[in-house]
Nanobody
Framework: QVQLVESGGGLVQAGASLRLSCAASGRTLSSYAMAWFRQAPGKEREFVAYISSTGGSTYYPDSVKGRFTISRDNAKNTVYLQMNKLKSEDTAVYYC??????????????????WGQGTQVTVSS
């Protein structure tokens, strides 16, 4: 079992930056592909970024490409999401997710095995 705990959310103005963290316990993350998803009120949970187990491969949808960066520190068992140039449409609860025994991540939330409880990000315009 892997327990994931997100932190770093908050209320910021448009154009600001935030860095989210996802700390894992229970198992080392080095054999897990990791991802971030987000869910705004009344909307489906959507993919934000993924990173391979080694950190060598990342992927972003067009909505955040160039503004968000996912990274990981396997020694600290932590995954990060650096979010720059935030927009009001980035407002959502952000979740990290782990895909066990996988080098690569996917954009499909059903393919992830473990989830954190989420952290709220609110961007005011």
């Amino acid at each position: 079992q892997v327990q994931l705990v997100e932190s770093g959310g908050g209320l910021v103005q448009a154009g600001a930056s935030l860095r989210l963290s996802c700390a894992a316990s229970g198992r080392t993350l080095s054999s897990y592909a990791m991802a971030w998803f987000r869910q705004a009120p009344g909307k489906e949970r959507e993919f934000v970024a993924y990173i391979s187990s080694t950190g060598g491969s990342t992927y972003y949808p067009d909505s955040v490409k160039g503004r968000f960066t996912i990274s990981r520190d396997n020694a600290k068992n932590t995954v990060y999401l650096q979010m720059n140039k935030l927009k009001s449409e980035d407002t959502a609860v952000y979740y990290c997710a782990a895909r066990r025994n996988s080098v690569y991540g996917t954009r499909t939330r059903e393919e992830y095995d473990y989830w954190g409880q989420g952290t709220q990000v609110t961007v005011s315009s």
